[in-house]
Structures are given as structure tokens and as C-alpha cells.
């Protein structure tokens, strides 16, 4: 009897504890939420980065701007220290308008139509005077099979729609963007000399959204575009009556690699300093928009979070970096840089967060972590939902930080923010300032800040 009382005591006076612990936990996390509510910079920070420097593609004068914003903005949320990191980027010029004509006349009777085109980036140019041919509409890879005695000389267009029934949209983008990818190449084994692709994107508008191909080195290096929605489906109705040709001009080459930086903030650990807790965003974005939601909405987030944790007096266990990674767009080589000098140090990376699928409302996190962290993970669920983040699933973290868990098994996160209007925006030209919610924006830098903030307090 006298065991048994003693262990319901210290089975008692264990959930005292818990309860208690977390208890303080809730009052801090509701402390960082006050903080940021109500003296948020994070609203102030994008639209300077926006507005004032606007897009920022790696090796453009907007990166060199954006560094140096990034740097300053660092120093003044409150780093203990801040520096650039320096990395080789890739240096690819759009070079011009792009430009999708027809040239033969269309069902409603007329020719020369402009369609709405932007290169996808690192593509290569049409020359000055432009590819003219008769355009093959294909819907898959399987069908381009099926085409490809027809496909010589001609331009395949791949009109591939997002799934609508995903409803977390990044699974149509996954399904899709394949066509982008590797399309060019795909086309021009077959003799194609040139793509449109269509965008990706289920957006109910006709903005063209951009984004990385990347060329078989076995094949010809075809002009590609990507085309907008509405001018897509007018293009394939076109199609199923006549034949079409059209004129591709685009102008994009690349100029030798050049030097981009990673900006880094860092709070240093009280208790264990060797031990690294990465949260970051991506600082460069497409040429073609301001890059608001990818990713200026996941940097001042990260910013944010340094500038509150300061702010309240927050001193850390363990030293947090706050990383606005260089070149995520058209290369990764600010997010490996960073791991390949971590491990050249022989640093030591516990946790790493990233913020790139936009500043909308914050539904969750994805963790790619064992089955142990993920149970541990999951007892803090009641206390960060109450802020929008209520989804903890299986599978997360972000391309930047994907080369920690490479090279260290770093457990990695991701925010999940409402996927719904993410692709109306992704790397096309009203992904702007305007587009993004102050709010929406705030909760997002709350969420991630309570998980940091619990990641420091008990580790994994």
C-alpha cells in the first residue's frame, strides 16, 4: 500500500509539473503573440523590400540591394551578430519582352494575336529575329510519345491543368511542374524548337507564372515560355480546328556566376551555444514581380521573429540563426553553401524551420522528423493552435534547409500556411505588396516564433 501511494504521488506530482510548465509556456507564447501584434516591423519590412527594391533575382542589382537591406534590417532587429556569407550565384537575364504572336489567322478571323508569355527562367533565348512554327498541343509526356514524329520542327505546347482535386494545392504544383522542368528538353529530343507551357497555376486570371527549366545537356537548348490561363485554353480551342502557328521571341542568356550572400542574424545560446536552431526564408525572387508572398513574406518573418525574441527580453538555450538564403529560385546555392560550410566547421544543427509558401493564414507545420520527435512535437499542438496552427503533419521543411537534413539528418520544419491563393500569385507578376494580408502575415511570424521558442526551451 505504502508503494502504491507513493507512486500515484509521483505520478501526481508529475502532472503537476506538466501542467505548470506548460501553463508558462502558454503565458510566454501569448507574450511573443502581444509583442507582435501589437509592434509587428514584419508589414513595414516587406513593403520596404518590395516597393523600394522590388524583384531580386540572384546576380541582378536587386539582389545587391536586397543583401544589403537584409544585412541592416538584421542589425537593427537586434542580431547579437550579423553577417553576409558569401556564395557563387548563378547570374540568368530575361534580357528583354517576351513575346507569344500568332501568325496565320484564327478561328474569329484575325492574325498577329498576342498571347500572354514570360521565358521561363534559365531558359535560352529565340535569336533576334524569333522562331516561327505550327504549335502540337500535347496534355502529357505520354501523349508527346505518341506525337513525337509530328513534334520536328514544330513548337509543343503542354497543356497540362492543375488537379483540381487537391486540396492542398502544393500537390497540383508537384504534379505539374514537371512540364516546366523538363518539357523543353523532352520536346526538343524530338526535334522541337521551341515550348509554351502552360502556367502553373489555377488562378482565375491570365497572368503567366515563371519559374526554373533545366535543359538535358543531350538535346538543344529551346526557347520555353509559359503561358497565361485564359490565353492556354484560347490556344487549345484554336487548336482543335485549324492549324496554328505562332512566332516565339524571348531574349534570356546567362553572364558568368557572380557573387550572392546569405544574410545572417544570430542570437547567441545561453546554455548551449554549439548547438544551432536555424529559421530562415529565401531573399531572392523572380524577376517578373516583387516577390511578396515567395518568399518576401517568410524574410520579414524570419526577421520578426529575431526583432520580438529581443524585444521581450528572450534569452535562448541554444544559439538561433536567422537565414535569408541567396538564389532558392534558379539554383539553391545559398541554401547549400550553408550547409556545406556548417559542416566543414563541424557545427552542429539541432532544428532548422523555413517560411516559403507565402504570408497567407497559417493552417500548420509539416516536420520531417522521427516517429519519437514527432510524438514529442505533438504534446505543444494546444499550445501554438489557439494562433491558427492546429495541422502537425508528417513531411515538412523547405528547399533552403533540405541540404541540413542531407548532410546531417537535421530535423527540419515547414509552415503551412492556407495553400487556396498561393499559385494565384507564385512567380508571376501581381505576387506584390498589395497581395499580402498584415495580419494573415503576423499570425504566420507567431506561429513559427512559439515553435522555435519550444524547440529551444526542450529540444528533440
Known amino acids: 500500500m505504502f508503494l502504491f501511494n507513493r507512486l500515484v504521488l509521483l505520478v501526481s506530482l508529475f502532472c503537476i509539473g506538466v501542467v505548470q510548465a506548460q501553463s508558462m509556456d502558454s503565458i510566454f507564447i501569448r507574450q511573443l503573440a502581444d509583442e507582435i501584434f501589437l509592434r509587428s516591423k514584419a508589414y513595414e519590412n516587406l513593403r520596404v523590400l518590395t516597393k523600394n527594391i522590388g524583384p531580386r533575382l540572384a546576380g541582378s542589382s536587386g539582389m545587391v540591394k536586397a543583401e544589403k537591406w537584409g544585412l541592416a534590417a538584421m542589425q537593427s532587429a537586434g542580431a547579437d551578430q550579423a553577417w553576409m556569407q558569401a ?9 528583354g519582352t517576351d513575346k507569344a504572336t500568332t501568325m496565320v489567322n484564327t478561328v474569329a478571323g484575325k492574325r498577329g494575336v498576342s498571347l500572354d508569355v514570360v521565358a521561363l527562367g534559365n531558359s535560352f533565348g529565340s535569336g533576334p529575329n524569333g522562331i516561327t512554327a505550327e504549335v502540337v498541343e500535347v496534355k502529357s509526356f505520354e501523349e508527346l510519345e505518341l506525337k513525337k514524329d509530328q513534334v520536328k520542327g514544330k513548337i509543343v505546347f503542354y497543356n497540362y491543368p492543375f488537379n483540381a482535386t487537391y486540396v492542398k494545392t ?7 511542374s514537371k512540364y516546366r522542368g523538363q518539357g523543353p528538353s523532352q520536346a526538343a529530343k524530338y526535334g522541337a524548337v521551341g515550348t509554351i507551357v502552360r502556367s502553373m497555376s489555377h488562378g482565375a486570371n491570365n497572368h503567366p507564372h515563371t519559374g526554373s527549366t533545366r535543359y538535358d545537356s543531350s538535346y ?7 503561358i497565361g490561363l485564359e490565353d492556354a ?10 492549324t496554328v502557328k505562332v512566332k516565339l521571341e524571348t531574349h534570356g542568356y546567362f553572364l558568368p556566376d557572380t557573387i550572392g550572400h546569405n544574410i545572417i542574424g544570430e542570437l547567441k545560446g545561453a546554455e548551449f551555444p554549439d548547438q544551432i536552431i536555424t529559421v530562415g526564408g529565401h531573399l531572392d525572387s523572380w524577376d517578373n514581380c516583387e516577390g511578396a508572398h515567395d518568399d518576401g513574406a517568410g524574410c520579414v518573418q ?14 535562448p538555450r541554444h544559439t538561433i540563426r536567422f537565414v535569408l538564403f541567396a538564389n532558392e529560385e534558379n539554383g539553391l546555392r545559398g541554401g547549400t553553401k550553408y550547409a556545406e560550410e556548417a559542416k ?9 524551420l523555413e517560411s516559403d509558401a507565402g504570408g497567407f493564414t497559417p493552417r500548420g507545420f509539416g516536420f520531417s522528423v522521427s516517429d519519437e520527435q514527432f510524438q514529442k512535437i505533438t504534446q505543444w499542438q494546444s499550445l501554438i493552435s489557439p494562433y491558427g496552427c492546429s495541422e502537425f503533419s508528417r513531411g515538412g521543411g523547405g528547399a533552403d534547409i533540405g541540404p541540413l537534413n542531407r548532410l546531417f539528418k537535421t530535423p527540419l520544419a515547414g509552415l503551412q500556411p492556407d495553400s487556396q491563393r498561393y499559385f494565384d500569385y507564385h512567380h508571376a507578376r501581381n505576387d506584390v505588396f498589395e497581395a499580402v494580408n498584415r495580419r ?18 526542450y529540444a528533440l
Open 233 to 242: 485554353d484560347q490556344l487549345s480551342q484554336w487548336l482543335e480546328k485549324q
Open 344 to 352: 566543414e566547421k563541424n557545427e552542429k544543427h539541432i532544428f532548422a
Open 170 to 176: 502544393f500537390q497540383a504544383y508537384g504534379d505539374a
Open 440 to 457: 494573415e502575415l503576423e499570425l504566420g511570424a507567431i506561429n513559427m516564433a512559439a515553435l522555435i521558442y519550444l524547440i529551444d526551451r
Open 302 to 315: 524570419t526577421i520578426e521573429i529575431l526583432r520580438a525574441f529581443k524585444a521581450i527580453g528572450y534569452q
Open 87 to 95: 556564395c557563387m550565384v548563378p547570374h540568368w537575364v530575361r534580357g
Open 220 to 226: 538543344a537548348k529551346i526557347p520555353a515560355v509559359a
